[in-house]
């Protein structure tokens, strides 16, 4: 995941929003992700983002993307205790059969009561 | 995980010795993937596979092999495991070649070398 840039940590309160930052490399890239992992869980997917759109909004969750900078965020409104885990950002890189996702290096998001 | 199993869930090993991981998938999706999770790396692909017999490289594959010789069971054997091996090994699927909607992913094993 070296490609793909995340703050290790954050740590907010209950009801405030939080902001996940992500910065990749490949400005080809035609979708980027954003995964949750819960603990001794897999990842799940959360959402995602087409390359040619620069927000997408889906409940209390709002992606930006910034392709000029190769910047991804995640804001999630109204944080609750069980949104604490592991957030991780990937971008799908190659094209046709060799394509494959390269993720960051996760960030822990810790909801304080 | 919506089809996808993976085994043994948990393993200890000697350094030294051949282990064998599988990741089962009931969704006949066409392209799998092994990646493994390791604090301050995130994940890292290993290998992957876009049809039978069909496989790649990762990022990270030396020490590791792999086969796929049926759609549904993808194998990823460490050949002689070392104490760097430790790790969680997650097996992911995907339907479609472009990945739109992103990856169903396994619960992972743990497998620690001693």
């Known amino acids: 995941g070296e490609d793909v840039e995340q703050s290790l940590f954050l740590s907010v309160r209950e009801g405030d929003s939080s902001v996940i930052n992500c910065t990749y490399t490949?400005?080809?890239?035609?979708?980027l992700y954003w995964y949750k992992q819960e603990p001794g869980a897999g990842l799940q997917l959360l959402t995602y983002?087409?390359?040619?759109?620069d927000m997408k909004q889906d409940q209390r969750l709002t992606v930006l993307l910034n392709k000029k900078d190769k910047h991804l965020s995640l804001r999630i409104a109204d944080t609750q205790t069980g949104d604490s885990a592991i957030y991780f950002c990937?971008?799908?890189?190659?094209?046709?059969?060799?394509?494959?996702?390269?993720f960051g290096t996760g960030t822990l998001l810790a909801v304080q009561p | 995980d919506a089809g996808i199993t993976q085994s043994p869930r948990h393993k200890v090993t000697e350094t030294g010795t051949p282990v064998t991981l599988r990741c089962h998938q009931t969704?006949?999706?066409?392209?799998m993937y092994w990646y493994r999770q390791d604090p301050g790396h995130g994940l890292r692909l290993i290998h992957y596979?876009?049809?039978?017999?069909?496989?790649d490289k990762g990022e990270v594959s030396d020490g590791y092999s792999v086969s796929r010789s049926k759609t549904e069971d993808f194998l990823l054997t460490l050949e002689s495991a070392t104490s760097s091996q430790t790790s969680v090994y997650f097996c992911?699927?995907?339907?479609?070649?472009?990945?739109?909607?992103?990856?169903?992913f396994g619960s992972g094993t743990r497998l620690t070398v001693v």
């Open positions: 596979s876009y049809g039978v017999k069909d496989t």
């Open positions: 990937a971008e799908k890189k190659g094209g046709g059969a060799t394509n494959k996702l390269i």
């Open positions: 992911a699927i995907s339907e479609s070649r472009t990945a739109q909607h992103g990856y169903t």
């Open positions: 969704e006949n999706h066409r392209y």
């Open positions: 983002i087409f390359s040619n759109m």
């Open positions: 490949d400005s080809s890239s035609t979708y």
